[in-house]
């Protein structure tokens, strides 16, 4: 197992010292469950839909993250903020499976490799460039890591309902906001990557792991595909953000 670069000292045995099991114990949480990064968006559902609860609250030391209910026709889907960066949201995942969730869907904003990716595009990511840390104590070193194919086919099918385009290809999942020099960006558009986020290929190794199903969907926000870098007032665009937690919502209900 030892190895000259630690990150790939790839243990295989299943059992860890600190289990989340041990922390957290199941609860009646719904099956179903949204992750959504626009704490706007989880803001503006609290206050408006009657059919939401808090069902249980995860703590660090950020504070307490509240765990929600929303009851969409009948059926219960859970939603939680899955916190900024791969180590905390494979946790806040880590623990979500272990209260009783097992299909996710992920919502949030990406940076866009593509100068073709107007903002809010929608993208479903079908791999992820491993260049984080987190999914390497998952599973063995790879260059990727691919999302749950029945994920992937619901929101296809959710998105083609409502007549929305979107874009299934590589995203390129990173550690390092302010290391993404323009040497990497040319690497990683010319193996594919369409986007560039810091949770996707971590979310996609603890799903694997865990044996549970996930799928993600991302719209394009600030441009990284010139020679300069565009903002475009990406974290602005409620109506994007809005739109894409209800569809991920209702992707959720048909894994």
């Keep these: 197992m030892r190895h000259d670069i630690p990150l ?18 199941q609860i009646d949480i719904p099956d179903r469950c949204v992750l959504c990064f626009f704490q706007d968006v989880l803001q503006h559902v609290m206050l408006e839909h009657r059919g939401i ?36 949201g494979a946790a806040i995942l880590e623990e ?43 599973l063995p ?13 619901a929101i296809e099918r959710v998105l083609s309902r409502h007549n929305v385009p979107f874009l299934v290809g590589k995203t390129w999942t990173t550690d390092a906001i302010y290391r993404e020099t323009p040497a990497k960006i040319a690497l990683r558009r010319a193996e594919g990557c369409l986007t560039v986020e810091m949770e996707a290929a971590a979310f996609f190794a603890v799903s ?29 665009y409620g109506s994007a953000r809005d739109q894409l937690f209800w569809l991920a919502v209702e992707a959720s209900l048909e894994i």
């Design 8 to 25: 790939l000292e790839f243990d295989h045995s299943r059992t860890a010292l600190i289990e989340p099991s041990n922390v957290l114990k």
């Design 53 to 88: 609860r808090v069902v249980t609250k995860l703590g660090s030391e950020l504070g307490h993250n509240p765990v929600y209910e929303l009851n969409v026709n009948g059926q219960r889907v859970a939603v939680v903020h899955p916190g900024v960066g791969a180590p905390l």
């Design 96 to 138: 979500l499976i272990a209260l009783g969730c097992r299909q996710f869907i992920a919502c949030g904003g990406a940076g866009a490799l593509n100068s073709d990716l107007t903002l809010g595009h929608v993208v479903i990511p079908q791999s992820a460039v491993r260049d984080e840390g987190t999914s390497y104590h998952y």
């Design 141 to 153: 070193p790879s260059r990727e890591v691919s999302a749950s194919p029945d994920a992937i086919a």
């Design 208 to 236: 694997q792991f865990r044996d549970v199903q996930f799928g993600q969907l991302l719209y394009s926000g600030d441009d990284l595909s010139g020679e300069t870098w565009d903002h475009r007032g990406w974290q602005t």
